[in-house]
């Protein structure tokens, strides 16, 4: 089968209306362009991301329907709480971002991941330019887990979750989800649901519903300590 897709412009970084995205495959909206920052900018404003495999031009998508986390109703299951009660792994925000980044990729196959060296590049420099996090989960020193993401006003846009030993990953989720909330956030974005994000309570929304959260939330600002480099504590 034969796709036709908008090819982005080089010289600037305006992507096609999120609605004429492909139904199959799911999402697809545009190729080509850069991961920039101002371009990556642009894209996660408008509820896009790239992803795409070694070898292959860059390929924009913006999918329906859409797989969110809402912080507030956001519940860990009992058997990950005791877990943490007897194993107290340490949480942090911002601590290891390129580590972090860098652990997702490797923890991984090679022939399955869309963690590029090119995209690694691009995420790294998103967060020095304050756009990209990470949480950080750590087990006597090691870093174990974690997962990080885009922030875009109170939204943010999860990118990757890794756990090198039991329940980082779900950890790191649980305590962002709090943290999160507690300084104004109002949703997670991860992108297409699968089961592991099911399993810990994620949902599925219209893309247009998504759109709707991204408008009203994008321009409005985060405490200024959300992000702020700190080890993270239940309340």
């Known amino acids: 089968m034969t796709l036709y897709l908008p090819e ?19 999402g697809l909206l545009a190729l080509g362009g850069d991961l920039s920052i101002n ?11 790239p ?14 329907p859409r797989a969110v986390f809402i912080p507030e109703t956001f519940s860990p299951a009992r058997s990950l709480i005791k877990f943490q009660r007897k194993h107290a792994y340490t ?18 196959p090679e022939e ?17 330019a304050g756009h990209c996090h990470s949480v950080e989960v750590w087990q006597d020193g090691t ?20 756990s090198t030993r039991t329940n980082a990953s779900k950890i790191a989720l ?12 109002k949703l997670i974005d991860c992108q297409i649901m699968n089961p592991h994000l099911a399993s810990l309570g994620a949902i599925e929304i219209p893309r247009t519903e998504f759109q709707d959260y ?7 600002t985060m405490n200024k300590e959300c992000y702020t480099p700190q080890p993270l504590q239940l309340d």
């Open 112 to 128: 399955e991941t869309w963690i590029t060296d090119e995209m690694i590049e691009a995420y790294q420099q998103l967060a020095i």
């Open 214 to 220: 991204l408008l009203t939330s994008r321009d409005l």
């Open 51 to 64: 992803w795409f495999s070694e070898g292959e031009p860059i390929l924009w998508w913006s999918p329906s």
């Open 174 to 185: 649980w305590y962002f989800c709090q943290h999160f909330l507690k300084h104004g956030g």
């Open 8 to 26: 982005l412009n080089s010289n600037d970084t305006h992507f096609p209306d999120p609605s004429l995205a492909l139904t199959e495959p799911n």
């Open 91 to 108: 949480v942090t925000i911002n601590h290891a971002t390129e580590q972090l980044i860098e652990l997702c990729a490797s923890s991984r």
């Open 143 to 162: 870093l174990i887990g974690g997962l990080y993401g885009v922030s875009v006003g109170k939204v943010f846009c999860g990118e990757s979750m890794v």
């Open 39 to 49: 371009r990556l900018r642009s894209a996660y404003r408008h509820g896009i991301f």
